[in-house]
């Protein structure tokens, strides 16, 4: 069974500068998480869909950050300027509708200089 | 205000060794609690946990949950090299909300 995938899995931009983030989860997951992880932190979820609609994202930063799912599989994070503070592992997380456990993509390491 | 503690944040130990790790929660609502282990890359699911007193067990792992007083503790035994990793504890409550700890960094010497 193919895992979760994740695209780029390194960045590095200037701040001020855009990023997006890809992730396709595993085949039949209706749900879809992106975790914010800072060095030394366990994850912070940003937001989580269940098939297209979103869920929660309480805790996105919608100044800067935005996501989307449009079709349901895919789903586009992007940070737009980014700060030096978004500096983070960005982790895709998925799972079956109203299942607990949670399946990890290898997650994209942003660096902002 | 919801928190997930876990502890030790960082442990050196020995070829051999058995090692506890502590997670405990303050939530509403209270659904699951999960372990994952978190090497180079994604983070690993290991066990979940929603009622007290039962223990999870896989291999040298095992896992159990106290509901009564807010905490989890990851065993480890006979450890090897290849168990140094971050272990991570996330509670899940309420609807959807779930929270993860900041993590224990083990690290595992020849």
């Known amino acids: 069974e193919a895992g979760v995938a994740q695209s780029p899995r390194y960045k590095i931009i200037e701040k001020r500068q855009s990023v997006a983030f890809w992730c396709n989860p595993i085949?039949?997951?209706?749900?879809l998480y992106w975790y914010q992880q800072i060095l030394g932190q366990g994850p912070k979820l940003l937001i989580q869909?269940?098939?297209?609609?979103?869920?929660?994202d309480s805790q996105l930063p919608k100044d800067r950050f935005s996501a989307e799912r449009l079709k349901g599989v895919d789903s586009t994070l992007k940070i737009q300027p980014a700060k030096l503070e978004d500096s983070a592992v960005y982790l895709c997380?998925?799972?079956?509708?109203?299942?607990?456990?949670?399946?990890f993509g290898p997650g994209t390491r942003l660096l902002v200089l | 205000e919801d928190k997930v503690v876990q502890s030790p944040l960082s442990l050196v130990v020995h070829e051999g060794d058995t090692v506890t790790l502590n997670c405990s929660y303050e939530v509403t609502n209270f659904r699951s609690l999960l372990w994952y282990k978190q090497e180079k890359k994604a983070p690993t699911f290991l066990f979940m946990l929603t009622s007290s007193g039962i223990e999870k067990k896989s291999g040298r792992l095992s896992s159990i949950l106290d509901k009564k007083e807010l905490f989890s503790i990851l065993n480890i035994t006979a450890t090897q090299t290849g168990d140094s990793a971050i272990y991570l504890c996330a509670v899940k409550y309420n609807n959807n909300d779930m929270r993860f700890g900041a993590g224990t960094r083990l690290t595992v010497k020849p």
């Open positions: 997380a998925s799972s079956f509708q109203y299942q607990e456990t949670q399946y």
């Open positions: 085949s039949g997951h209706a749900t």
């Open positions: 869909f269940q098939n297209n609609g979103v869920v929660d």
